[in-house]
């Protein structure tokens, strides 16, 4: 069965640090990993990495993907209040349209 | 410019009393997908679209139905909703290998 396992679940830093957050999947026929930021509302795509785009970056967010450890992490420095957030990491197989989605990790950022 | 766009926000419907939510695009995608979500769990898919072709999850419920009559709109009908049928349930779409959400209709079971 494909799986995305995200991890910590849950991650309580002040504003100003740095945090990674990790994402590990065990999927029949790797494609794509895509991460969305989600508060109060829909999930908005941060990143889509893929065998030939490995890594990727945005501002104070950046992300990589491992292929020989099957996962990926998302760093996201200097961080501010409005960085809270549930971070949802998806993984999308060939061949099939649909992503299979980690639990997420909920961020809170305190001032 | 709204992209994936659900109607309504908000929805509340009494325990039996059949629902339908709405979702529009002008993205062009082929790919229009119905997810569920519940509090503090990842969006579960229910079913999705490639073009006319409907493809249900092995376990979404009976109770759950789809109805894609054209490109740009797709619909999800709540036969008979129940309690646990509360949740946010969330519209995608994809042209390639992202998907697009909209804004999510919260729809509340009394």
């Known amino acids: 069965e494909d799986k995305v396992v995200q991890s910590p679940l849950s991650l309580v830093v002040h504003e100003g640090d740095t945090v990674t957050l990790n994402c590990s999947y065990e999927?029949?026929?790797?494609?794509?990993l895509l991460w969305y930021k989600q508060e109060k509302k829909a999930p908005t795509f941060l990143f889509m990495l893929?065998?030939?785009?490995i890594e990727k970056k945005s501002g104070r967010l950046s992300s990589i993907l491992d292929k020989k450890e099957l996962s990926s992490i998302l760093n996201i420095t200097a961080t501010q209040t409005g960085d809270s957030a549930i971070y949802l990491c998806?993984?999308?197989?060939?061949?099939?349209?649909?992503?299979?989605f980690g639990q997420g990790t909920r961020l809170t950022i305190n001032p | 410019d709204a992209m994936v766009i659900q109607n309504p926000r908000y929805q509340v419907t009494q325990f039996g009393k059949p629902v339908t939510l709405s979702c529009s695009q002008t993205?062009?995608?082929?790919?229009m997908y119905w997810y569920q979500q519940k509090s503090s769990q990842a969006p579960k898919l229910l079913f999705h679209?490639?073009?006319?072709?409907?493809?249900n999850e092995a376990d979404t419920p009976d109770n759950f139905q789809s109805r894609r009559p054209n490109t740009s709109f797709c619909f999800l009908d709540i036969r008979s909703p129940g309690l646990g049928d509360a949740a946010m349930y969330l519209c995608?779409?994809?042209?390639?290998?992202?998907?697009?959400f909209g804004p999510g209709t919260r729809l509340t079971v009394l």
């Open positions: 679209y490639y073009d006319k072709d409907f493809n």
């Open positions: 995608a779409t994809s042209g390639s290998d992202e998907q697009f």
């Open positions: 998806a993984v999308r197989i060939q061949g099939a349209q649909k992503l299979v």
């Open positions: 999927v029949t026929n790797f494609r794509s």
């Open positions: 993205l062009n995608h082929n790919v």
């Open positions: 893929t065998s030939s785009g």
